[in-house]
């Protein structure tokens, strides 16, 4: 596609339940990331892929936290037992390489209640 | 420890006015500096771009300049619109070897982000 698209756009969901946020990067971009930005605060690095491989998944807050990208394109984070903390806008960039920029998604915006 | 600091944490300004915005950043190795501004509810959107040997770079009404020794680079915006009104955010990124899958990419670090609200 065009752009970094993420999905769902919003999401409500119960505190314990499980969620998957979607992210289809730039058709042909090796690298994608994935970052967390709550309100008023810059974005937050969580896991790093390049193609397949979670090159660095250092920002994974704890074990509730994982993602994958089984065919180096698509990229699914997931998040196990939810608690309201993890409330926020996930946001995923792809990029090329890293001599060009990254490009955004729009993010999708979590609210555990 | 790697990290980018901004100021103001906020700024009101004029419409048609000028205004330069801060970053300060303790990054190594370094390896770019970026320029985002992210309108509310969307994602941020690349300014620009500078590598080490590059002191200032433009994009239309934005300017940034860059100070590989001071560890410092500014956001100049000139005669300020409506839709200026933004969080523009410095990220600044370092080198990092992988050993397993044997790769090297960007440690990126973002900026808390500066406030602009641009008024009539």
């Known amino acids: 596609g065009a752009g970094v698209s993420q999905t769902p756009s919003n999401k409500v969901t119960e505190k314990g339940k499980y969620v998957e946020l979607r992210c289809d990067p730039i058709s042909g971009h090796t690298a994608l990331y994935w970052y967390r930005q709550s309100l008023g605060q810059g974005p937050e690095f969580l896991i790093y892929f390049q193609g397949t491989g979670a090159a660095d998944d250092s920002g994974l807050p704890n074990d509730r936290f994982f993602a994958v990208r089984p065919e180096g394109s698509v990229s699914t984070l997931k998040i196990q037992r939810t608690e309201r903390g993890d409330s926020a806008v996930y946001l995923c960039?792809?990029?090329?390489?890293?001599?060009?920029?990254?490009?955004f998604g729009s993010g999708t915006r979590l609210t555990v209640v | 420890k790697n990290q980018v600091e901004q100021s103001p944490q906020s700024l009101i300004i004029l419409e048609g006015k000028n205004c330069t915005l801060q970053?300060?950043?303790?990054?190594?190795?370094?390896?770019?500096l970026r320029w985002y501004k992210q309108d509310t509810g969307r994602g941020p959107v690349s300014l620009t771009i500078?590598?080490?040997?590059?002191n200032t770079k433009s994009n239309g009404r934005y300017t940034a300049t860059l100070d590989a020794d001071t560890k410092q680079s500014s956001l100049h915006i000139t005669a300020s619109q409506l839709s200026d009104s933004a969080s523009y955010i410095c990220?600044?990124?370092?080198?990092?070897?992988?050993?397993?899958?044997?790769?090297?990419?960007?440690?990126?670090?973002f900026g808390p982000g500066t406030s602009l609200s641009v008024i009539p």
């Open positions: 970053c300060n950043y303790t990054v190594s190795p370094f390896s770019n």
């Open positions: 990220v600044v990124s370092a080198h990092r070897e992988v050993p397993a899958p044997k790769t090297s990419y960007d440690k990126v670090i």
């Open positions: 500078m590598t080490f040997s590059e």
């Open positions: 960039a792809s990029s090329m390489d890293r001599r060009n920029g990254y490009t």
